[in-house]
């Protein structure tokens, strides 16, 4: 579990905050105004029951079981000759789960397949998706920092020399499935159905009214002291306790040197 609160919107003041600019950066900032909330009210027991970041979770089980099935057959498939002498894999990849295809055929061919079950079989939506989201999907299989490059190529697993099995070849499926399957959800989600927009979810927060509270009620759990009208506090994880800066040696161990 993680904070259930993602920023939705944030209005800044109109006017620039320095006064004197020396760089880009202090010409372009300006102080935070309202800060609006979108609170996740975790209906299905983790923090992002409204499909902030689109997963398979957020779509239809039975679309998903049918992708799987999909990617199953298509997995590992082999063909042996009738003298039975030689036997051809056909499939993404071989027995031994190393790739038979490279990176980026298996990936797109994968979002054909599972497009193709979305659009409940329908050959002209589904090649209007991918026409308009290839770049996106060539990407995400192949690139340095989020790509499906790593699971395909079973970087970790040979790296830890992870023994390939029938159980571990399902779970590879059903985890590249849901993938894949999400990644499309999260592309055919209008804007207006993000959960930004989820006004009953909004928690509000206006920065000078924060500040005043904070001024006027708020209290150091350490030394007992208030609070600077624009003092920023520290505070722990659970946020019911909230310190002065210059108090927070207080609540670690002396250095060796102190001592």
């Given at each position: 579990m993680h904070d259930p609160m993602t920023v939705a919107f944030e209005i800044k003041y109109p006017w620039k905050h320095y006064k004197?600019?020396?760089?880009?950066?202090?010409?372009k900032y300006r102080d935070m105004f309202i800060t609006i909330w979108h609170v996740d009210p975790e209906t299905d027991g983790s923090d992002d029951s409204c499909g902030w970041f689109m997963r398979s979770r957020h779509g239809d089980k039975n679309i998903l079981e049918k992708i799987v099935k999909?990617?199953?057959?298509?997995?590992?498939?082999s063909w042996t000759t009738e003298d039975k002498l030689k036997t051809y894999c056909s499939g993404y990849f071989k027995s031994d789960g190393t790739m038979n295809m490279s990176v980026h055929g298996i990936v797109l061919d994968l979002f054909i397949r599972a497009a193709?079950?979305?659009f409940n079989y329908n050959s002209k939506k589904t090649d209007k998706y991918l026409n308009k989201n290839l770049a996106q999907i060539l990407h995400f299989a192949e690139n340095p920092i989020d790509s499906l490059?790593?699971?395909?190529?079973?970087?970790?697993?040979?790296?830890?020399?992870?023994?390939?099995d029938d159980n571990k070849k399902k779970e590879w499926i059903r985890n590249t499935a849901s993938v894949v399957y999400g990644v499309i959800l999260r592309h055919l989600r209008p804007w207006y159905k993000h959960p930004r927009w989820h006004i009953h979810h909004w928690k509000i927060q206006i920065e000078p009214l924060q500040r005043i509270r904070r001024f006027l009620f708020d209290r150091c759990c350490l030394c007992g002291k208030r609070f600077k009208y624009n003092e920023t506090p520290l505070g722990n994880w659970d946020g019911d306790k909230i310190w002065h800066q210059s108090c927070d040696y207080k609540l670690r161990p002396p250095s060796p040197n102190q001592i």
């Open positions: 004197n600019p020396t760089n880009d950066f202090e010409k999909e990617f199953e057959f298509n997995w590992d498939r193709y079950i979305v490059h790593t699971s395909l190529t079973r970087k970790f697993e040979n790296a830890c020399n992870e023994a390939y």
